[in-house]
């Protein structure tokens, strides 16, 4: 009897264990790059290792982005015994040599599936597959899972990302799962024990502020669209899980404001970073605003507070992220069609984050110097006296950030 009783406490101790997501991984949003903003299901093993390649070269990783993560479209065959195995003309060498390649500079891979029948491109989904497809990755050396949603008729969507994240630890190897379950059964609701990041809508696409809607009824999002959606889920993000509006659009083709924009608002959203462009070849404007370590400190700030939409005046928005060691972030957004200069006066925006952090600006006592994160220059120290700081101007659908020091 005592046996038994010790036995069935084993087996319970194992089972709770089981029912975990990986932990310390994902205490900060995470950075990388991903294939299918830019390149779809046209992608190679050449591909991946130019990004990886390039990831280095260009001081990205140097920055902080680590993934290296592949999208839809690398699946080939399920063999006899059921483990799903990459397109052998896509990647010839095999998924543990690609791994391999990207290891040794330093990143790490990711990889993608689909808690369904199949992927939204139509190949082989996980169902009824979990356990293999985990121990495949594992045998891979993947890093991180992107899980998506498509093809799954009557299938419990906390269940399935449950199981999952469970296969993915019985397999062993630390993996960081991305839950791709556009939002629909409200993942910020249960899935913090589960996963790392869940998306938070449907797709972006590269547009400021438009959706646009496809033929079979389903839309794409514009930036806006995103941040609207983002912006009343602030409480369910923390280190370790984090609202997903999706990947990011920078260098494909929107404004240099637009994207600059676009940028510093998934920023102060402590918004995953998962670039989407082709990094091999980028231009210096695009560079200026990804390698912006001052706007990326703000992204991945130890707090992990999702900033604040604080107020609106003359078409513009003030968004607030309380940071480490008594900073805030600061961003003026402009989403209007024309330039707007305002006054600013630092009385207007004493605040407290009751909602999540507790904390409080407090421009009536507390002196702040004034960093602006996208010129790189101090402007001086905020004022505790109701007056006008100076005017500011800020361009059509751009932004000005600040970081305000606590002296
Ligand atoms: C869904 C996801 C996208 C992408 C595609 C791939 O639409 O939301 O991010 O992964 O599938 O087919």
């Keep these: 009897m005592r046996q038994l009783t010790i036995v069935i406490l ?39 290792k130019g990004m990886a390649d390039a990831m280095v070269a260009s001081g990205l990783s140097e920055a902080g982005y680590q993934y290296i993560n592949i999208d839809d479209c690398w699946h080939g065959q399920r063999d ?21 390649y990207v290891h040794a500079k330093g990143l790490k891979l990711g990889i993608y599936s689909d808690c369904g029948t199949g992927t939204c491109a139509g190949f082989p989904g996980s169902l009824g597959h979990e356990y293999q497809d985990a121990l495949q990755y594992a045998r891979w050396e993947i890093d991180y899972l992107k899980e998506d949603w498509c093809n799954t008729t009557n299938i419990n969507a906390k ?20 839950m791709c379950e556009w939002g629909g059964h409200k993942p910020w609701e249960w899935a913090s024990e589960i996963g790392h990041s869940w998306r938070i809508g449907p797709d972006i696409w590269c547009n400021f502020d438009s959706t ?20 009343p889920l602030r409480k369910y ?53 990804l390698l912006n370590r001052e706007m990326i400190a703000v992204d991945q700030d130890e707090l992990g507070v999702q900033g604040l939409h604080h107020c609106d005046d003359q078409g513009l928005e003030f968004w607030f992220k309380p940071l480490k060691d008594g900073d805030w972030a600061m961003t003026i957004l402009n989403a209007t069609p ?22 409080s600006t407090n421009f009536d006592s507390q002196i702040y110097k004034v960093r602006n994160l ?34």
């Design 80 to 100: 006899a015994d059921g483990f799903i195995q990459c397109d052998p003309k896509k990647f010839p060498n095999g998924m543990k040599a690609l791994a391999d």
């Design 212 to 231: 646009r809607v496809h033929p079979g009824g389903y839309a794409d999002i514009g930036v806006m669209q995103c941040i609207r959606l983002c912006e």
């Design 237 to 289: 993000a923390a280190p370790g899980h984090w609202n997903d509006p999706d990947m990011l659009e920078v260098g494909n083709g929107m404004t240099v404001n637009e994207d600059r924009a676009h940028f510093a608002m998934w920023c102060m959203m402590a918004s995953p970073l998962i670039l989407g462009n082709d990094i091999r070849n980028m231009s210096q404007e695009t560079m200026d605003i």
């Design 374 to 407: 996208w010129t790189h220059k101090d402007e001086g120290k905020t004022t505790v006296k109701d007056k006008v700081w100076k005017k500011v101007t800020i361009p059509s659908r751009d932004v000005v950030s600040f970081r305000l020091i606590k002296l």
């Design 338 to 359: 024309k330039a707007v200069t305002y006054n600013l006066n630092w009385q207007r925006f004493n605040l407290t984050d009751d909602e999540v952090s507790k904390l």
């Design 10 to 48: 084993v087996l319970m101790g194992c089972n709770s264990l089981m029912a975990q997501k990986w932990e310390k991984i994902g205490d900060r949003p995470q950075m990388g790059w991903s294939t299918w903003n830019k390149f779809q299901g046209n992608i190679s093993e050449d591909i991946i």
């Design 159 to 178: 269940g399935a990302y449950q199981l999952m994240s469970d296969a993915l630890r019985a397999a062993g190897r630390p993996i960081f799962m991305s």
